[in-house]
């Protein structure tokens, strides 16, 4: 990966809120930024490992309650006289195990993905979303049913100088985001690189091929589904503690097709292509507000993503190297130099 | 270019398959196989079309468990096990066709195939922690020293999907070699080769052999497996049929009616 | 007892069309290998059109039946003619994913035009429940169960007695093997996508008025429809049916039994388990790999 062009688009958008303090403007970032924090999480399953994983609101929507139910704590009834009662936590502590927790439930689902492929691992995964919807809609006790939970508490930060601040501003919230952001690109990028990341990229690619020089495949599609589903558990807990209401909408079958399009619209199985797709698809709702209704604005969406996988079906990072390529030297086949260029991206 | 040497076991054999049966849809794919693999030999499995060799294959390196029957590597029981697993133990094939991984970098093909050499921790890489750095670069110079072992060197930058037919064979072989394999066994590397990439194919199989891998070949190509093969075994309609070493297959008559009118390649 | 047979009286009704939506299904992803997540945008049609026919233009119920039948049979063509047939459908991801925007944009456009609420469509039939035994069964269900049960009649009838039939059996089996024998399979597949879209039309058609339209019901039904194809196990039409029945059976008797809210659930988890303990229901048994 480039790494000066990453420190400087990261130094950008952290001085964004120097730049444009507007907090409507920050906010619609800030609220961009855990969608593509999402998408990032996504591209690991889907883009690099190859998994047709469509259930990936569920991860977003329990780290958004586990986090949430930590701290602010709980007391349910769990049947046989059992009480499970949890006191409130800190919040960063909610947080952590908010990303443990999803994490296991990703361990879950890549076990299960080893034993059921293609197009029937896709319907289990938005079957997995539904139930995890149906159960926080039903199960009142624990999660308050379809009026959600409200007055979440918000991250802290102990300031020098300051003491203990509550990160609510605007400002402070889109740098949270921006930093978890940071870590999680960070992260998928330094996976992807190493002797880990190809072997998931092997899978994607043949995997047939793949076994035979030794790579196991249940150890990989777990490993991969249990780091994407922490991610998107941490896009649920910032989600959580940042809008501070949460209900069962988050697991909307509507949210994971959000994602898809971003990574897919993007460019899966690259580096930039979630970010790209998350801050178009994420700001595309901002600018069209007001103008138009929803139902107008996803059928927009829709129509985008129809056109893009029709004609640019590998995304819009691939197609911009394409172009590229092809300023460059007109004469040759631009999508062949570009996979090529593409090929190498993942060299660090 | 060093592979995998090989301590010489003269007693034991290196594979076995016991009454190995194989039915796939009602039909009977292999009958009964039973032969054995000496170390360090360059052994040719043929038989005509649909004899049942790739099935063989399919077998033994655990892709298909066999409806009966044993598969021993290294006298010991690997039936049915995963092809990972299999291939941790030393035995590694190749495939007839997408034998690449079409969207890699020939280098990136290769450094994929020496998965099983690298031993950094998940955490080791993500932090990029020196052990993790070391091993890079030591498999990375690996990778090298067998893009000059293929001859492919100069196409270390190019999309695998994008070399020739014959490149594309020998990178597969090299992706089998990657994996540190004690024995190999690769299904009909040279089809569709010119003669002269045959030749140099050839040759290729005769260094791995020489280096002490064992070699287990399919191929048509008569003049090659005549010319290369330490052994040979002859399957037809799942059953061996001959065995033996070159000279006495050539003259076998059961052989010669199993490939009578099957349009055999003489080179 | 009597409430045992109620049960099953209304798991039959809810069978019969669950039965054709999940063949509808079936052929679609069978022949083609489409992961159709549009199927579900064409049972809500139907509904739709259904409502449109009756409490709008007033026609009578069963006309309006045809009328979604055939609406079904255009759309589907379309959308295959004008999205599919350019694809290589061998990409299933990206296929899938045309079907998930053709989703997005048919839900959304029918939110446009009919408005997020309910829809309640008039049907000719008296609302009095008849009673046999200790059973009842209103005159809608029935009648809708019996036009669905001839609609599989008929569809059994055409798929083993006709040319046509042949033709989607073969494919269905052997794709190379049908075009080597003359199959048009560009032909079959248009045909495929509009028969199926069209069953899932009048299922919707028939069972909007048991309970109600809205433009959110095609993502539940998609995802039974889906339900159903693992159920019954791809390969056969008759087994899309009996997954069609299966289902209902489970969800008017885990209804009825275990928990009314989590009904529309015990589909999902239903898939989730038959998935974990027997994961066979994947295409070819034993694939040639090499």
Known sequence: MNWKLFAIFVLVLGLLPFLWPDPYFLSVMGSAGIMIIAAISLNLLLGYTGQLSLGHAAFFGIGAYTSALMSLGFDVDIGFGITWQVDAKPVWLAFATAIVVTGFFGWLVGKLAFKVRGAYFVVITISFAQVMRMISLNWTDLTEGPMGMISIPPFSLWIPGEG???????????????????????????LVSSRQGRAMIALRENETLATSVGIPVTYFLALATIISAAIAGAAGGLYAHTVRIIDPDVFLFIYTVTMVIMVVAGGKGTLGGPVIGGLIFGLMPEMLRGTVQPEVQWVIYGITMIVILLFLPRGLVPAFYDFIAWIRSPGAIPERESRRVLATEVKS | MTLAKQTPETASMVLSLEAVTMKIAGLVALDNVTFNIPAGEIVSLIGPNGAGKTTAYNVISGYMPPTSGKVRLFDEDITGHAPHSIATRGLVRSFQRTSVFDDQTVFDNLLTAYHLQGRASLVQSLLRLPKFRAEEKQLKARVWEMLDFLELRHRADERAASLSYGEQRILGVGIALAANPKILLLDEPAAGLNPSETDEFKAMIRRIGDSGVTVLLVEHDMHMVMSISDRIVVLNQGRVIAEGIPQEIQNNPAVIEAYLGSGVKRA | MAEILQHVVNAMVLGS????????????FGIMRVVNFAHGELYTLGAYVAYGMVALLKLDFFSSILVAALVGMLIGALIEYVFLRRKDLKNIDEVMLIMIGIMIVMQNLELMVWGGVAKIIPTPFSQDPIAVASVSISPTRLFVFSVAAVLLFVFYLGIERTRFGLAIRATFQDQ???????????????????????????????????????????????????????????????????????????????????????????????????????????????????
């Open chain 3, 17 to 28: 069309t669950y039965a054709l939506l999940g063949i509808g299904l079936t052929i679609i």
């Open chain 1, 164 to 190: 203990l601040m509550n990160l609510t501003s605007k400002a402070a919230i889109y740098w949270l985001v921006l930093t978890v952001g940071v870590l999680a690109y960070l992260l998928i990028a330094m």
């Open chain 3, 176 to 290: 190379d093997a049908a075009r080597i024998v003359g199959v048009n399979v560009k032909r079959i597949y248009t045909l495929t996508f509009a028969l199926g879209s069209a069953m899932a039309a009048v299922a919707g058609a028939l069972l909007a008025p048991v309970f109600v339209a809205t433009p959110l019901m095609g993502d539940l039904a998609s995802l039974k429809a889906f339900a159903i194809v693992i159920l019954g196990g791809l390969g056969s039409l008759g087994g899309a049916a009996m997954g069609g029945f299966l289902l209902a059976f489970i969800e008017e008797f885990g209804a009825g039994y275990i928990s009314s809210a989590y009904r529309d659930a015990f589909g999902f988890l239903v898939i989730i388990i038959v998935m974990l303990f027997r994961p066979q229901g994947l295409f070819a048994a034993k694939e040639r790999v090499g």
